[in-house]
């Protein structure tokens, strides 16, 4: 609702900021723009540690690159805050260079007009990515194009992650199975088996949260929007059969909510829960967690959400970098810094300070033993490699449609009718998407 | 003739408050236990009961107000939200109190619509404050500079309003008898209607305390480099994408809300005073 406010004021404070506003009208030719000596600013969301490796990145950036532009990193708030701060910015016509946000976040911005079309640089011929893109994997450039704004492509990615299952392997085994569950069936026997409510232990925390309900749709089959941005496909077989098969999970008492942010990476470490499915990022802190744990260490690993489809079908997610409107000379310093921090050398460091996914290709030569002294960050890239990775919807106001997703599937778990949930929820879906629509 | 309650009842209800004050402290003696725990207790030692061992560290972790102290650069984010602070709380005692006299003692033509004006703006949603402020603040400069995080908030409709029913019920005579005696509107708020005021007074200072402590959305808009960054920008330093380091947050947390309790503890008997005379109910 807040955020419903909020964008409902950038639409009316928008002809006001214009009179400050960042210029617009025609670029001239990528060409004839020159970057020499250009100060810029980018605003992303990193604390601590990876705030500190893009830091030094950024400072590498600073100190090689041959146009003497100068970029100064700001953290701008987590998530929330960042984009609360940037739709103000927007309003006041006074953006950063570059900024971190999500492909429905950049939608937001761009129904202001505010983002530049990372394409037009792309594909230029003198500063675009050439050769080098086809090093690029093609599922995570495609994330950033929306069709709701004609195919521009809104932002670039830094980096990813992927939605994965983890497992208890030793407790797997001891149960009798030699591996993680392939489809839904499997999964469901093996949460049967583990689940003893005496020793407090069962097979799988629940996620309720929007891109663990995306993850299970693709993972039948289905969609949750359409293709040509047109709106939102909740009340699908697929979505259906998701709902239910968890509804049941959880009626059975085979599978718990999640009590707590992360509380499910405590319980797999302490052999509560069998399964978990969350986000590469948290391989470190399942790592942390496990070493940690009660029963001390024990093999687990990572695999791909059980599936009906014939190869696995992944959600992959993470914020790109956008490019705001400013001037030619500011936006293409901006575009020389993403080019910058997403060739191999750089990416291969980000890697190793955030386990995120590299955008190219060949960034796993560089990582060196990275890979070997982190096996299940090894299998989750090799996952990567050989699924169908799919991302969620990028359009404006998904934020909100997040929110009414999780709802649904909470009040699905606490015993409401599917259908006519999942109705509701299609109907709100889309309605959203029509109001936030540009 | 007040009729006495019965021992029992008494007894219940004194039971039933006692559940009640020991329900609302677990979350903050949770805080604490958490925050002198190892990152391993905060794993395999976790209870919601203070009774139950594991809800306790096996030994105190103090270093971990160290590491949380320098990690995310609290020293100087402390010594910002002390500053910004002290002077929007001044700030607003100041306004308020010349306002609420004003609106109290003072008849001027619109007195009441000029009040009622200023009651509706409490009806405002801040989320749509926000761009207007940014814009104002921006156009002034101020941004990344200490005005953008105290002058926006100086004035407060409703410690005006909070004190404006206090200094209402003031004898008016004690004003007129000063007035005699040669005292300005100044002088009688200052030498009869602030002495007479210290809980409501005290109360405005907690409470804008609280508020401005607490504030983080509109420091991270209005700052763009650590130089003016309240302690609540650090303790979001913590918020981690992808897993927990609950010690180190929970003693940041520690850190952050030690001033509040502070002042909540000097203020308490001016705040609980003011709140049974006021009428308001949290």
């Known amino acids: ?438 | 003739m007040v009729k006495e309650r019965s021992p029992w009842l008494q007894a219940v209800l004194l039971l039933l408050l006692i559940l009640g004050a020991f329900v609302s402290i677990i979350p903050f003696l949770f805080m604490v236990s958490h925050s002198l725990k190892t990152i391993a207790e905060t794993i395999t030692r976790s209870s919601a009961i203070p009774f139950d061992p594991k809800f306790w560290p096996r030994v105190p972790q103090w270093s971990n107000y160290r590491v949380a102290w320098q990690e995310a650069r609290f020293g100087l984010y402390f010594r910002n939200s002390v500053i910004i602070t002290a002077i929007t709380v001044g700030g607003i005692v100041f306004t308020s109190s010349l306002s609420a006299y004003a609106f109290a003692k003072l008849r001027f033509v619109g007195r009441d619509l000029i009040f009622t004006i200023l009651l509706s703006t409490l009806m405002i949603p801040q989320t749509v404050l926000l761009i207007p402020n940014f814009i104002i603040v921006a156009k002034l400069g101020w941004i990344d500079r200490l005005p953008a995080l105290t002058v926006p908030f100086l004035a407060s409709a409703f410690h005006i309003f909070l004190l404006r029913q206090f200094f209402s019920q003031i004898p008016n005579e004690l004003i007129e008898v000063a007035k005699i005696d040669g005292a300005t509107h100044l002088r009688s708020l200052i030498s009869i209607v602030l002495p007479l005021s210290k809980a409501p007074i005290f109360t405005v200072v907690f409470l804008s305390f609280i508020y401005t402590w607490n504030l983080l959305q509109w420091p991270l808009v209005v700052t763009q480099t650590p130089r003016w960054r309240p302690i609540t920008v650090g303790l979001s330093m913590f918020i981690t994408e992808a897993g927990p380091e609950t010690h180190l947050r929970m003693a940041g947390a520690v850190i952050a809300v030690l001033p509040v309790i502070t002042v909540y503890f000097i203020a308490q008997r001016q705040f609980t005073e003011a709140i049974t005379r006021s009428g308001l109910k949290e």
């Open chain 1, 1 to 438: 609702m807040k955020r419903q406010i909020l964008f409902i004021t950038v639409g009316l404070l928008l002809a006001a900021a214009l009179c400050w506003g960042s210029p617009n009208g025609e670029e001239s030719a990528l060409q004839e723009v020159d970057p020499t000596g250009v100060e810029i600013t980018y605003w992303h969301q990193f604390t601590r540690f990876q705030q500190e490796t893009l830091e030094a990145l950024v400072e590498e950036f600073n100190n090689t690159n041959q146009w003497n532009i100068k970029v100064t990193p700001e953290f701008g708030g987590r998530y929330d805050d960042l984009y609360n701060k940037m739709v103000t910015a927007i309003a006041a016509g006074r953006v950063p260079d570059l900024v971190a946000a999500y492909q429905n976040e950049a939608a937001a911005y761009q129904a202001s007009g505010a983002l530049a079309d990372i394409n037009d640089y792309i594909d230029d011929p003198q500063w675009g990515l050439g050769d080098e893109r086809s090093d690029y994997f093609e599922g995570f450039l495609q994330q950033d194009v929306n069709a709701q704004f004609g195919g521009a492509r809104l932002g670039f990615p830094p980096n990813r992650s992927l939605e994965l299952l983890f497992y208890n392997l030793d407790w797997l085994e001891q149960m009798g199975f030699s591996g993680p569950p392939k489809n839904w069936d499997e999964f469901y026997q093996m949460c049967r088996k583990a689940t003893n409510p005496a020793e407090n232990q069962y097979g799988y925390a629940i996620n309720t949260g929007a891109s663990n309900v995306f993850a299970q749709v693709i993972s039948r089959g289905g969609e949750v929007a359409k293709a040509d941005g047109s709106g939102y496909t909740y009340n699908t077989r697929q979505m259906r059969d998701s709902m239910a098969f968890m509804k049941r999970l959880y009626g059975e008492k085979f599978s718990r909510k999640i009590a707590e942010p992360y509380g499910e990476q405590n319980d797999f470490a302490n052999w509560k829960v069998l399964f978990t499915m969350s986000s590469t990022a948290g391989l470190p802190y399942y790592d942390g967690s496990v070493a940690k744990g009660e029963q001390g260490p024990f093999d687990w690993s990572v695999a791909a959400v059980p599936h009906t489809t014939a190869r696995p079908a992944l959600d992959i997610y993470g914020a790109s970098v956008s490019i705001p409107k400013s001037t030619p000379q500011r936006q293409l310093a901006a575009w020389l810094l993403v080019k910058y921090l997403t060739q191999p050398g750089p990416q291969a460091k980000w890697v190793e300070a955030t386990n995120y996914f590299p955008v190219r290709k060949s960034t796993a030569a560089q990582l060196g033993d990275y890979l070997s002294k982190n096996p299940n960050y090894k299998i989750a890239y090799d996952l990567l490699l050989n699924s169908d990775a799919k991302a969620e919807p990028p359009f404006a106001g998904y934020s909100e449609v997040r929110d009414a997703v999780e709802a649904a599937f909470n009040k699905i778990l606490d015993g409401a009718d599917i259908d006519a949930t999942l109705r509701d929820l299609d109907a709100e879906a889309n309605k959203i998407h029509r109001e936030a629509a540009p």
